[in-house]
């Protein structure tokens, strides 16, 4: 089964210069209990975001460049050959999310409370996709967070 993950600004931003515009440890939490044990897919920019791999999931980077770390390289047709099996998670970037949306069946979405000003990445729009809400949750911001945040579960 293939499953998405991404925290976005209240106007879809993940993503400004290479990095995630918000520190929020309630989040990040959230994105570990989430895809522990399981096989986690990012494009080449999320993993030199990341410095190392995940611990205790199966790191897979898809690039259209060569690269130089130890870790697994995979084509789109061999991450969907995998899903068929297992249960495979999508954690970014853009281009990355756009590829496996229309195939994925759910989607775990952090929508962070604020507004990030010259955000250059974005999240897909779920609703256009025929994903519905499932579950939602809104948190207040913790000791270590910046900003208050909603979780939410949607499926198709």
Request: glycine share 8%.
């Amino acid at each position: 089964m293939l499953s998405m993950i991404f925290a976005c600004d209240e106007k879809g931003a993940i993503g400004k210069d290479g990095d995630l515009p918000w520190r929020q440890s309630s989040d990040l939490q959230h994105f570990k209990r989430t895809t522990l044990n399981k096989t986690v897919v990012m494009g080449r920019k999320t993993w030199e975001s990341l410095g190392k791999p995940l611990p205790k999931r199966r790191n897979i980077v898809m690039t259209r460049q060569g690269i130089e770390d130890d870790v697994e390289v995979m084509s789109y047709e061999e991450v969907m050959a995998l899903a068929d099996e297992n249960e495979v998670m999508i954690i970014g970037g853009g281009e990355i999310y756009a590829l496996f949306l229309p195939h994925a069946k759910e989607v775990h979405r952090t929508i962070i409370h604020t507004v990030v000003e010259d955000a250059d990445t974005f999240a897909p729009e779920l609703e256009a996709e025929g994903y519905y809400l499932l579950t939602e949750r809104r948190v207040a911001a913790g000791e270590r967070d910046q900003f208050p945040m909603t979780f939410q579960h949607w499926i198709v």
